[in-house]
Each structure stands twice: as structure tokens, then as C-alpha cells.
């Protein structure tokens, strides 16, 4: 029986367990991104697990430029279904960033089933909003502010793009983000609905809206890049390619860039890797500001 979109369940499920496409993730991949981060972070000047707001979880790790030639700022967002990960992971993403002059910081968050879906959001706007208010104690500009993200961190890092700052505190201007960059996101979340993954997420139809951002519109023009792994599965890459579709009239400077045999897992090591198309056009776009 088709659920969603001309999908069945089993459709969903199998288009949407990710990590059942990739076994080797939590047995290869994250214990090789791990080493490759820990290596990066013993060589770095970090100053790890800054908190930032009240959960266990509200921690940061900032990585500062090794030249300040770029003068930007970038938080990075890790994925894990809103339900797994550790910005510890993913440290790597920092690299190549601070060797071309972009100060980096990593967010954990508190993830479910310890809080609700709707519970996230607002922990990563405490996030931008600390480093914003802390930026001159990091030596971090505020006139080139950006986020960026991968999986869940995606759908976070348009969820920054979407927030009324002004809202979040007299002091927070509502052109706080100077872009941002959302690799492999969901924006739409009614299929989650279907998938096992919803057992640790506990939505329902009218949260899974309320998360949605394809159902609101861009509170800002600043420029959007909308990545995602060309080898991901059909309905994950419809998902970017829906976004782009209805917002980019709106904001005349989203972007959208598919990456050439990747899927969901290899887009965020790609993002990592100096030489690649998807980390200069990240880097073109953080930089710009």
C-alpha cells in the first residue's frame, strides 16, 4: 500500500534506514573518520567542549584559522538521524577549512529519544547565538558568520537559515548568518513517519510538520548551497531537489549541487576533502561573505 508519494512502506524503509545501505558505516567509516579527526585535533590549537547552554550535550569544540586571510566563521552540524554522532567524529570537516583561513566550531546536541524532535532546533539556534555573542573572546568575526551541516546537521543548518534572530534576543541581528551550506539534509520529514528510524524520533504526523522547513519559507537572502551525493537514494535526493525548486525564487541565492558517485556517507567525507568540487564551493560561499 503506497503511504507516501507513491511509496510503501518497505519503499520508505528501504530508501530511508541509511545505514542499512552502507554496513560498513559504524565499522569502517566512522572509526576511519575518528582517526583521521583525533590526528587533526592533537596537531590543532582546539580548545574542546565549551558549553554553550544547559543540556549534557550543549558542548562545542572550536578550531581557530591557522591564517586569518578568509575572516570567516563557520559552525558545523554532524548528522546521525537527530539520534546518534558526536562532533568528536567529525573534526576533520575543520581541516582543510582552517589551513584556507575559516575558524570552525563543531556542535554536539542533545539528541532523542532524550528529547523531543522540536527539542533540537532550538539547541542548535542556543549554539549560534553563544558563538555570536562569544566572538570576539574566540577572535572570531561577526561579519561573516556561517553554518553548515551534513544529514541531520543539514536539515539544522536550514533551520538557522529559517529563524527570525531578531526573535531569539534584542542583541542578535536578523542578518546574523551570512550563509550556509546543507549537505544530504531532510526537509521534509511525513516519510520519516514510515521508517523504523521514527521509533527513536517518537513523531507524530503534526510534529513531523512542525520540523518540516519545507513548509516555511527562508527568514533571510543570504546564500544557501544545497549539496547532497548523486548515488543517494531516489527519494533522499528528491528531497534536496524539492527545496531547491520552491525556495530558490524566493532567495535568488540558493544553490544546488549534486555530488558525482556519492552517497549519503560519502558526501560528508567529500565535504572534508580539500580537492573536491562540493568543499570549493562550500568554501566559495563561506568565504564570500
Known amino acids: 500500500m503506497q503511504v507516501y508519494k507513491g511509496l510503501s512502506r518497505e519503499d520508505i524503509e528501504a530508501q530511508y534506514f541509511l545505514r542499512g545501505l552502507r554496513p560498513s558505516y559504524e565499522t569502517i567509516d566512522i572509526p576511519q573518520w575518528l582517526e583521521r579527526s583525533q590526528r587533526f585535533v592533537a596537531s590543532s590549537d582546539a580548545t574542546l567542549d565549551i558549553k554553550y547552554g544547559p543540556r549534557e550535550r550543549n558542548t562545542l569544540d572550536f578550531f581557530p584559522a ?7 566563521f563557520v559552525l558545523f552540524i554532524h548528522g546521525g538521524y537527530w539520534q546518534r554522532g558526536d562532533k568528536s567524529v567529525y573534526s576533520f570537516i575543520a581541516e582543510p577549512l582552517v589551513r584556507n583561513g575559516v575558524s570552525v566550531a563543531l556542535m554536539n546536541y542533545q539528541m ?23 566572538a570576539l573572546d574566540l577572535g572570531v568575526t561577526r561579519d561573516n558568520f556561517n553554518v553548515m551541516g551534513h544529514s541531520a546537521g543539514g536539515h539544522l543548518t536550514v533551520e538557522m537559515m529559517f529563524t527570525d534572530w531578531a526573535a531569539e534576543g534584542i542583541d542578535l541581528p536578523p542578518d546574523l548568518l551570512s550563509a550556509g551550506v546543507a549537505v544530504s539534509g531532510i526537509y521534509d520529514f511525513e516519510p ?41 537514494p531516489p527519494d533522499m535526493r528528491r528531497q534536496s531537489e524539492d527545496f531547491f525548486a520552491k525556495f530558490r525564487q524566493q532567495t535568488k541565492t540558493m544553490e544546488i549541487l549534486p555530488v558525482p558517485e556519492a552517497d549519503h556517507f560519502d558526501a560528508v567525507q567529500v565535504l572534508g576533502t580539500e580537492k573536491s568540487e562540493l568543499f570549493a564551493r562550500a568554501l566559495s560561499v563561506i568565504t564570500a561573505g
Not at 529519544?113 to 553563544?130: E, G, N
Open 66 to 72: 591557522t591564517s586569518p586571510s578568509a575572516g570567516a
Open 112 to 134: 532523542c529519544p532524550d528529547v523531543r524532535m522540536s527539542d533540537i532546533a532550538p539547541q542548535a539556534r542556543l549554539a549560534v547565538a553563544w558563538l555570536w555573542r562569544h
Open 192 to 232: 520519516i513517519l514510515y521508517c523504523s528510524e521514527n521509533k527513536g524520533l517518537r513523531m507524530d504526523a503534526e510534529e513531523a510538520r512542525s520540523v518540516s522547513p519545507i513548509y516555511r519559507s527562508p527568514l533571510t537572502h543570504a546564500p544557501l548551497l544545497i549539496s547532497y551525493g548523486a548515488n543517494e
